[in-house]
């Protein structure tokens, strides 16, 4: 029962870290438009926190490159488990356009473990909402934490 | 009169106590995410949203930074979670029996008021974090501007009502004549203390300390997990609290002998005051660390001096 509460509590309530590894500031500027009062994802009891030891969920912008990829792979290990990561927008799932660049140190999940997917260029609000649904269909469906 | 021990920690763990501020204090915390929501022409979070977000971060990993001492890293949350719970049995009790209160009980409030600034200051020095450190001289900082007019503000009461020192006859006063806030000094005095209780608070306008766009969080950064869950509680409770500070001191607490319903409309004084909290935190933006001193020590203290002055002349 105590597993369950612990589950319960933490799909209502997924504080969100916002990672900018290399953007192009379009995915960044697009994220608060979940905040804004059309969409409101408040309602689930999603947070924008400021540091990574409050987080719960680690969003993921932008093409990882060799310069950031240390600094993704420390804000994750500097985030209390569990956590989940989400890869967002197609330079963080795919590389995109910059998939033959030099610098380019491969998609995000070839990192770390990454638990949803929001794809586009940028994603749209009904997609990152539906990522959300993702998140918690994903926790609900762990055995144990 | 004696309170046996058996009730002593029935008031200091279950009622007014702990369990009870506790309980009430997240549910103040949904008022405030609420009616946030409502002026920005938003939904909100739901009613039991702050208990879930206190029971995932119990069920979290804490982090100790490299450096940081683990004792006291840790043990200043619980240490902030003591103090506000004594502080509000103390103000509770003495509102349901005010003839139990002891001596000087409202020294022992005004210094376990100061435990909460304290602990915040001692745990962000101890997280061995530069920006923690900058938040804590920022509490530090703010402590000093706002603490003065607070005291001018209790001052004020204490001349007003002839020198009393306890917090039940400062009620049975107030319930014997009219509340504080009804006259000109204890308005004024009333102001003062609702400023200082906002940046006692760390609400905008004076969220300098924990700054999230800024700082990260400043005092609260490098806590994860269990601990933060215990900050976030403390800092609930204390928000109700203040509220019943405000109410005890001023507005004539929950209850008033010659008014029989008054226990039901009581309980709605602290909400009132809460909304006006809420209100002034939505529609200001954060001031600098020096326009908030400058506004303390300038304004306020200015209000709260003029305040005692016309209390002393007996307005």
Known sequence: MLKGLKKGALARSLWVYHVSASPCNNCDIEILDLLTPRFDVERFGLLLVGSPRH???????????KKVLDRVLRVYAQTPKPCL?????????????????????????????????IGGCPPKPEAMILGVVRAIEKLNKLKDL | ???????????????????????????????????????????????????????????KD??????????????APLVGLASVSVISTVLLVSNMFPQQAFAGDLIVVLYLFVFVPIILIIGASASSNPISALGASREMSLYLAYELPLLFALATIIVKSGGLLKIGDLLQWQWANHP??????????????????????GFVPFDIAEAE?????????????PALAVLKLTKAMLYFTASIFLTVFFWGGFRSPRHGWYHILGWLKPVAIIVLIILIKNTNPRLRIDQALRFFWSIVLTLSIVGFILAAVGL
């Open chain 1, 85 to 117: 990561v989400a890869a967002f927008g197609s330079c963080a799932i795919s590389g995109d356009l910059f998939v033959d660049s030099y610098n380019f140190a491969g998609p995000l999940d070839k990192h770390i473990p990454v638990d949803v997917y």
């Open chain 1, 55 to 65: 987080a719960d969920v680690l969003l993921v912008t932008g093409v990882v490159n």
């Open chain 2, 62 to 75: 804490t982090f100790v930074p490299e450096g940081a001492p683990r004792s006291i890293f840790l043990g």
């Open chain 2, 1 to 59: 009169m004696n309170m046996s021990v058996g009730w002593v920690f029935f008031y200091l763990l279950v009622f007014p106590g702990f369990f009870f501020t506790s309980v009430v204090g997240l549910l103040y915390t949904w008022i405030d995410r609420k009616v946030t929501a409502r002026i920005q022409f938003r939904v909100g979070p739901p009613l039991l949203q702050p208990f879930y977000d206190f029971f995932k971060l119990l069920g």
């Open chain 2, 180 to 201: 504080f806030l009804y006259s000109a000094s204890g308005a004024i005095a009333f102001v003062s203390a609702f400023l200082c209780m906002q940046a006692k608070l």
């Open chain 2, 213 to 225: 766009q800024e700082i990260m969080g400043g005092t609260i950064l490098e806590y994860s997990g």
